[in-house]
């Protein structure tokens, strides 16, 4: 049906080849760095997400905060007109195995760890060092944190008095796998482990404070007999967790964390690689569309008499839009397959030279068809729009006016 426009829209491209291949240049240098940076943007966020969640849970189950509450006279009057907050002391979640069910319960949420965690002192001859107790059920932890994946020595066997240590722990110590090191949690609570694992999360704060011991020694020692500190859960959706979050609080009328409340200043850098990430696409964009817009103005002013024969001859106005529209599209698609060849091969030289795997910030290209699909319509349908004004302006032209003119 579209034969006729089709026709004379790519013979107009043709006869104006130099300028043709300008715009469609532009094009696809545009779409060639939508491309890359899209790929390399996605590639980074993912990663600072993996190692974020790599080392934690997606939602956190902890008792609530003790609040200090004025005292009141029988009257409903205040005793005291200033109330200080109160120190915050290692408390037990309340009732947390039926908790342990009851969450285990929720559709969303795929593991479920009871954690006793807390403060200590860990002793290995004159060295000593402040640690993170953090007292487990290794078959139900390492379902949230795959510790075991980041053994660097040893074994992962965390139970009765066998602990796994941080490598960066053992570093400061000066222990290796066999050696035995004293945890101190206080008030007298303190007892000898043997270091079976040494592991290595990437994160240094956590390699030189977290000690992974078995959940009953643990309780011992921070003083919490059958009591746990915290719940650790993980969901099918770690973008979900905040709202998943929400609905168990409101459910069972616990305090429950997300990591994207946790890790609020990592979100904000991602939304701001986002935002940058989405300008770039803008402005690339209006450049393509202005580009396109000024070769089909002149193209317009320049073929004033073929538009005024033509419409002369019959040809209705309608038709006349649609060449000057599907010149846009074409120019538009033509740029986004060349722009997408380009940016598929600098993706292809970025991965050959291993720029992405160099270093500890190693991190791997998300490189999909949805990619290259979404640069090729934006184009597509940028070049149709910016192609709007000229044609209404050719299907607007006055055949006797255009040939009067001539």
């Known amino acids: 049906m579209l034969w006729f426009e089709w026709t004379l829209a790519t013979r107009l491209l043709r006869e104006g080849r130099a ?12 779409v060639a760095v939508i491309v890359f940076l ?46 200080d907050q109160r120190a915050q002391r290692l408390r037990s979640v309340d009732q947390w195995q039926s908790l342990v069910a009851a969450l285990a319960g929720f559709a969303e949420v795929t593991a479920v760890s009871p954690l006793a965690s807390g403060p200590a002192l860990a002793r290995r001859g004159s060295a000593s060092r402040s640690v993170a107790l953090m007292g487990i059920e290794p078959a139900q932890y390492t379902r949230i944190v795959p510790v075991p994946r980041h053994l660097v020595a040893g074994r992962w066997q965390v139970a009765g008095n066998d602990i796994a240590i941080g490598a960066q722990l053992a570093a400061e110590l000066g222990a ?14 303190a007892d000898v482990f ?27 020692l921070l003083d919490l007999p059958g009591g746990v500190s915290s719940i650790d859960l993980r969901v099918r959706d770690y973008l979900q967790a905040e709202a998943v979050a929400r609905r168990i609080a409101a459910r069972l009328g616990v305090t429950a964390e997300s990591w994207m409340t946790i890790n609020r200043n990592i979100l904000d850098a991602l939304a701001a690689q986002t935002l940058s990430s989405n300008l770039i696409r803008v402005f690339v964009a209006l450049a393509a569309a202005f580009g396109i817009a000024s070769v089909l103005a002149v193209s317009v002013v320049q073929r004033g008499r073929e538009i005024g024969i033509l419409r002369a001859v019959g040809t209705q106005r309608a038709q006349v839009l649609r060449i000057f529209l599907l010149q846009g599209a074409i120019v538009g ?14 993706l292809l030289g970025w991965d050959a030279l291993g720029l ?15 990619l290259f699909l979404a640069a090729a319509a934006l184009a597509t349908v940028v070049g149709m729009l910016a192609a709007v004004v000229p044609a209404r302006r050719a299907a607007r032209l006055d055949p006797v006016e255009a040939l009067r003119n001539v």
């Open 38 to 83: 899209t790929a390399l943007i996605g590639g980074l966020q993912a990663q600072i997400i993996e190692r974020t969640l790599g080392t934690q849970s997606h939602i956190r189950i902890r008792a609530p905060d003790e609040v200090a509450r004025p005292l009141r006279a029988g009257t409903g009057q205040h005793l005291l007109s200033r109330v």
């Open 356 to 370: 992405a795997r160099s270093g500890r910030g190693a991190f791997e290209l998300q490189v999909t068809p949805a």
């Open 194 to 220: 043997t270091i079976t694992g040494i592991f290595e999360l990437g994160t240094r704060e956590l390699d030189a404070r977290f000690v992974y011991l078995a959940l009953r020694p643990a309780q011992a």
């Open 19 to 30: 300028q043709s291949l300008l715009i469609v240049t532009g094009i696809a240098v545009g």
């Open 333 to 346: 698609l033509i740029g986004a397959a060349l722009g997408s060849l380009i940016g598929g091969a600098l």
């Open 176 to 189: 290796v796998v066999g050696d035995r090191i004293r945890l101190d949690a206080g008030t007298g609570r």
